[in-house]
């Protein structure tokens, strides 16, 4: 999976870019492409003001997250642990139609050895 980061405004540091490459890199699933995390600070005058966009590209409907918090870490980590609870979501909708599509094949399969 490449993970590209894109810092608007600032040069983010390479700690900075470490933590968010280890971070997106635990988000495991065979059918993710390409992570792009955008890092930025909003025009808010509060203390809450750094901006992490993370867009996971997979097949079908990408994903997107956006989280502001008072530090590019803390919300680099709450994007990641919303995305974590995305795909596993998705995982679960995938298994469920399989699982459906197999009650389906067998409940045809005993109506027509009955026959």
């Known amino acids: 999976m490449d993970v590209i980061i894109q810092s608007l ?6 700690s900075l870019e470490a933590f968010i490459k280890e971070k997106v890199s635990q988000l495991k699933s065979d ?45 680099a980590n709450a994007c990641v642990d919303v995305l974590h609870l995305n795909l596993k979501k998705e995982k679960e909708k995938r298994l469920d139609k399989r699982q459906a599509d197999a009650d389906l094949i067998r409940e045809t399969i005993e109506q027509f050895k009955t026959v």
């Open 31 to 75: 059918n993710i492409i390409r992570a792009n995390v955008r890092l930025s600070f909003t025009q808010d005058k509060s203390d809450e003001n750094k901006c992490c966009e993370i867009v996971l590209e997979v097949p079908g409907n990408d994903m997107f997250v956006k989280r502001v918090t008072a530090h590019f870490e803390s919300a």
């Open 9 to 14: 405004g600032f040069q983010a540091g390479e």
